[in-house]
């Protein structure tokens, strides 16, 4: 056919169904939306969506890697090797480490607060190294706190060992150098700039007996990939809690 000079194809043509009456627009598109969703069950029963087949989080491969073992008791009756200490662990927030931000002339601590929050004011004369004060954008919590230096404030802003001292001492650390333990205690990959008060809530707990209430992905992968770093072991019960977690994350 055709118009104003210009051959046309035939509706037929396009549509061939159009050639059988019983083959209309609407049995015809009847059958794709029937075609669609026999796709989408079928994605289902066989396991998901292709794409995402075989998408396991790495923290969640590294957790399948790591020794399962029952703890160390921290305390024993006559004060043996298992026994554990702070001190065990060097001084605190000590500088004469080997790790990232050792020997830099400033405590760990306030290379923690430095590096994680921001709008930093440091204190005059002490080369950059104190903070003064600056804003936390607590990953425990997702609550926005104003840090301030001071005897009543600067509590409100904890650094945490997201793989506690106590914990790392009961799965490992107990047979570790005094150098290894003082590099772990003052490891930055270890440490968080978090809400005081749900630092003190966690204490030494593994991840069987807490978890924050918010950030819980970045926590259990963080935790697996310390342990993995410095080789220290889970319980049953720590490693099927971090498992749940990770499980659930893209």
Not at 72 to 80: E, F, H, N, Q
């Amino acid at each position: 056919m055709k118009i104003a000079g210009r051959e046309t194809m035939n509706v037929a043509t396009v549509r061939p169904w159009k050639n059988f009456p019983i083959l209309d627009d609407s049995v015809f598109y009847m059958w794709r939306g029937v075609f669609v969703v026999l796709i989408v069950i079928a994605c289902v029963v066989t396991g998901g969506v292709w794409w995402q087949r075989g998408a396991v989080p790495p923290a969640l491969e590294q957790l399948a890697t790591l020794e399962v073992k029952g703890k160390a008791p921290t305390k024993d009756s006559s004060g043996g090797m298992y026994a554990y200490s702070r001190e065990a662990f060097g001084q605190k927030w000590s500088d004469d480490v080997t790790v990232e931000g050792g020997h830099n002339g400033c405590d760990t601590r306030n290379d923690v607060l430095r590096t994680q929050l921001e709008d930093v004011v440091v204190k005059p004369g002490t080369r950059g190294c104190v903070v003064l004060s600056g804003t936390l954008h607590d990953p425990y919590s997702g609550d926005v706190i104003a840090f301030q230096r001071g005897a009543k404030t600067s509590g409100q802003v904890q650094i945490d060992h997201v793989v506690a001292l106590a914990n790392a001492w009961q799965t490992g650390a107990f047979a570790w150098s005094d150098e290894k333990r003082r590099n772990f205690a003052n490891d930055p990959r270890n440490l968080l700039a978090v809400k005081g008060s749900l630092n003190e809530q966690k204490k030494a707990a593994d991840a069987a007996a807490w978890l924050p209430p918010a950030g819980r992905c970045e926590y259990a992968a963080r935790q697996v990939a310390v342990k993995a770093a410095y080789g220290l072991w889970v319980t049953e019960a720590e490693k099927e809690a971090l498992r749940r977690v990770l499980a659930g994350c893209g």
